[in-house]
């Protein structure tokens, strides 16, 4: 391996690190409370060395959202590639997301305490980031919806409108599951969310 590689393969490990870590801690204390020493702690490094891979706190905390957001994104693209059918598609697109969030509780918690003054301050760069990929992800699923409208799968209803409702239901499961004290697995209630939604959505036979 070359010197080039290596340097490139250690940045991306200490990046992978730093995100780790105030993923963490952004999770138990929030944005505010967090400090940047006490990610470089967690961290195992120097607070300086933070600032060489994100330009601030802020910088840092968008960073680990859009993250995890692109990994979830790429996860339901690849997932729904398996299946031929629109139904089964949805279904495994359901899974993913589901599995996803129970792995990443953190990152879910971080998303839900997000501060509303923090999102006035901060608009641009939401609508580059976090708004631009939720928008995309809205759209897989509306696409999904439309074939599944144009092969006859499902009923003639607005695609994007159904795509915010299975987003919906999706986000409302999770927060449920998150305030529970005993847990069941998040993912085994993917089969709940998909009849409920496709006995909604779905065209009778003849």
Do not use: C
């Amino acid at each position: 391996m070359s010197a080039k590689k290596k340097r490139r393969l250690l940045q991306g490990n200490r990046t992978d690190q730093i995100l780790e870590a105030a993923e963490k801690l952004f999770a138990q204390k929030g944005f505010y409370s967090t400090t940047v020493g006490e990610i470089a702690e967690k961290a195992g490094i120097a607070k300086g060395t933070i600032y060489l891979y994100f330009r601030d706190k802020r910088d840092l905390f968008f960073s680990v959202l859009e993250s995890k957001l692109d990994i979830l994104l790429e996860k339901v693209e690849k997932g729904i590639q398996k299946s031929k059918t629109v139904s089964s598609r949805i279904k495994e697109a359901i899974g993913i997301h589901l599995k996803f969030l129970e792995e990443n509780e953190d990152f879910f918690k971080i998303m839900q305490s997000f501060p509303e003054e923090f999102k006035r301050k901060l608009g641009e760069r939401l609508k580059g980031g976090l708004i631009e990929r939720q928008s995309y992800y809205v759209e897989i699923m509306d696409k999904l919806i439309q074939e599944g409208i144009e092969v006859g799968e499902i009923r003639p209803f607005d695609s994007r409108k159904l795509a915010v409702i299975l987003m919906g239901m999706l986000h409302s499961l999770t927060v449920y599951w998150i305030s529970r004290k005993e847990r069941t697995s998040l993912s085994e209630d993917k089969h709940l969310i998909y009849e409920v939604f496709w006995e909604g959505v779905k065209r009778e036979s003849p």
